[in-house]
């Protein structure tokens, strides 16, 4: 492993100095080795200024380059230079083909990017830069071209062989072998190729497009996995109707391929006609998988489907475009599943991830705006940032805009990039140009990076019946930009009436708003709406559906905040008065460590919410859940996890004591003893059930414990199995899920799926004694670290244990600290994924910081991938700030 910390910047792009046409590859698959034969038709680029450039191909550490001919000569070793992972010919025409020949061995890559070994089978990961590790070539993603693809392998061990694309030819070889030829009509670049050989079974189904096209959708699994392709299917369908009828957007070949593999760095990968799945992002089974784990499948199938336009049709100029792609797709998916099921819990769960884990990147040293300027390892900004802010910033547009402007751009933006490759400003200038609104100052989305914080005031004058509200907005200096300029936002809001009915809005100066909600822009670093014919002094109900990626500040009243937690009728904003109460509550406990006592007014919020039979009980389960301890510590200046724990546990305990008999009937209520039934009431009462099990599990009474273990024993799903043992788990100091986690490991250790959960359910346990079980359960003979689903499982789960993680003598940090060394040498990107939360110490108490700070110097002084270089060397460099 060597240290290369070369920085890339965006300032430096420059176009491609050549162009292929197409690229011919013909690989064999080898036991030992896999031969590589590549032919691609050249071009000189016209639009690069660099007319008598040298030729430049990337490839990986692991090729073993045979051959290289131009236009079918020979080129002996003077006629090309082999340096520093680059294949460099000097004397180019200007069109020409060059063939070369390489050896590589999939069976030893653990990097898990390019072509390598997932159990018995061959599969492939080129984005981003995987594609250099199969052959040398441009790999950079605007050079497309139309790949045609030859395997050939034994054909007992891998019956199935698959590229992008249809299939054109196929037959049997000598020696046991056979092959295949596929052929993509679309230019694609490097990162969207893939292939896969493998001994898998077919799942078929079909779908008639809009315009009359029979589609072929084809899923490949392991056989033993055969009977959990069915929700994949009907998800994928479903995504297919709902992007021709929202965007308008046909899918292009005939046929659609998705591949399960067990060995996978990140959930999927959208290659053209060929999309690659981590089998836990796309096999389900109601015995085997939570209602959570259905719902993120088809999230997952949903964005993967729907990059094949926003990523592949229209793909990025450079990867610092990255959140071209992938905000959009993001947003895309998420808007799926609002359409599809409850919005406003989709909502919820969406705020709640991006203020818990992209809020906290942008206040971490690997703080980077959605379009970074500069990056070593590229890997490192496959972000919350680029994906979950990308898509703030997409759905603030839509806002903007509104629904007919957004549809417009975006139908302007598919037809004027279609086949080609480009950058955020192209897409911003479709929604601009096809919607006449001026979008340049809202590019600083773009550039900036920080959470904007807008800080509201407001009057009243009862005489003149107006109303002010001034929306300051200010964001803190992060490393790539000291002094921000004021962001240009959607502001959606309300004024409530003492009924809490919405009341009309006349704004001065803005004829255009009427109605009782709009959306204000907002521009300046301070801005005043006057508000006319205001009856009564309002309660505000502001930045509803939360319209923009910032942190509110408004001095809400408790009496408000009750109010608007019970007659608010924006789903984001009636939760959000909810949490705030239950902030502010934990906040309290906190400070009485030595008994914290509810308020009658918070108990009575949550009884209503817990007693109304008329609610959604999806939503009910939303708004009485605590906020996480991750979330808790976002609000906090100083993080003392510690404290932030035992307030949140007193919290827990208060409210089930006070509500005791609410929680008991309304789990008696929500528990299904029918049929099994996925409808959203069903998994609803789930959430909910599951939901008063774990608050009646505080109270340490044996009724509750039997209740728990009454509904692990009936193992009616993998939800309420799941919620049973995890009730259980959470109870600190007793072993009462202990014969349970035997029982389960027995009943699903075949099931490698399940016993990931298991491991999960352990290493995540934000209960004393973590390490030690932890560390037990890396010696278990299902652990194989070479395997990013079981290393996410029982490492990451451990780091988001955070009182294990934050372990007051730095045994945590340690823990962590020797896991990724060890992991550096195995797979880099997983490796850095676990490097993160090391270097998020700045509002740590003073010992941890200097604690996990240790940790990264030690890392810093050995060799490390450009991976986990970049990240703890950006860690390092911020401990002064
Ligand atoms: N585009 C892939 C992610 C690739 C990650 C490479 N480190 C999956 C997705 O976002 O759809
Ligand atoms: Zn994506």
Known sequence: MTTNSQVIYLKNYKPPAFLIDTTDLDIRIGDEYTSVVTRLKIRRNPASSEMSAELVLQGGKGIKLQEVMMDGLILDSSGYELEDSKLCIQQCPETFELTTECLIQPQLNTSLEGLYKSGGMYCTQCEAEGFRNIT?????????????????????????????????????????????????PFPKPAYLFAMVAGDLVRQDDEFITASGRKVDLQIFVEAHNSHKCDHALASLKRSMLWDEKTYGREYDLDLFMIVAVDDFNMGAMENKGLNIFNSDCVLADPATSSDAMFERIEGIVAHEYFH?????????????????????????????????????????????????????EDASPMAHPIRPASYIEINNFYSVTVYEKGAEVVGMMHSLLGDHLFRKGSDLYFDRHDGQAVTTDHFVAAMGDASGID???????????????????????????????????????????????????????????????????????????????????????????????????????????????????????????????????????????????????????????????????????????????????????????????????????????????????????????????????????????????????????????????????????????????QQYALQANMTDVGAALNSLIAIEGSNLATPLLTDFYQRWHTDTQVVDQWFAMQCGANRSGGLEQVQQLLQHSAFDIRNPNKVRSVVGSFIRSAINFHAADGSGYAFVGDMILKLDAINPMIASGLAKPLGRFKRQTPQRKALMQKQLQRLSEAQLSKDVFEVVNRALDSSND
């Open 136 to 184: 040398y070539y441009l790999d950079r993603p605007d050079a497309l071209s139309v790949f045609t693809t030859r395997i050939s392998a034994p054909k007992t061990s891998y019956p199935v062989l698959l590229a992008n694309g249809n299939p054109v030819d196929s037959g049997d070889l000598d020696n046991g072998e056979h092959f295949a030829v596929w052929h993509d």
């Open 308 to 360: 094949n336009w926003s990523g592949n049709r229209v793909t990025c100029r450079d990867w610092f475009q990255l959140s071209l792609k992938e905000g959009f797709t993001v947003y895309r998916d998420a808007q799926y599943t609002a359409d599809t099921y409850s919005a406003a819990v989709k909502r919820i769960d969406d705020v709640t991830i991006l203020r818990t884990h992209q809020f906290a």
């Open 439 to 709: 979008l340049s100052q809202f590019k600083h989305w773009y550039s900036q990076a920080g959470t904007p914080t807008l800080t509201v005031t407001d009057s009243y004058d009862a005489a003149a019946q107006e109303y002010r509200l001034t929306v300051a907005q200010s964001t803190p200096a992060t490393a790539e930009c000291q002094h921000k300029q004021p962001f240009h936002m959607p502001f959606r809001m309300a004024l409530l009436d003492a009924n809490g009915t919405e009341m009309p809005l006349v704004v001065q100066g803005n004829d255009a708003i009427t109605g009782t909600t709009c959306v204000l822009d907002i521009k300046q670093a301070q801005q005043t709406f006057v508000f006319q014919e205001v009856k009564q002094h309002p309660i505000p109900s502001l930045l509803r559906g939360f319209s923009a990626p910032v942190k509110l500040d408004y001095a809400y009243t408790k009496a408000q905040l009750l109010f608007l937690a019970s007659k608010d009728q924006d789903g984001f904003c009636r939760w959000e008065a909810c949490q705030r109460l239950l902030i502010e509550a934990t906040e309290e406990a906190m400070l009485h460590t030595d008994g914290y006592q509810i308020t009658d007014a918070l108990v009575s919020m949550l009884r209503s919410s817990l007693v109304d039979e008329h609610l959604d009980t999806a939503m009910v389960a939303k708004l009485i859940q605590l906020p996480s301890e991750a979330y808790l510590a976002e609000t906090q200046t100083t993080v003392d996890v510690d404290l932030i724990h035992a307030a949140r546990e007193a919290m827990r305990m208060a409210i089930a004591s006070a509500l005791e008999n609410e929680l008991l009937t309304c789990y008696q209520r929500c528990h299904d003893t029918g049929p099994f039934s996925q409808t959203g009431g069903a998994i609803g009462n789930r959430a909910l059930k599951n939901t008063c099990l774990s608050y009646l599990n505080s109270l340490g009474k044996t009724q509750y414990h039997n209740m728990a273990q």
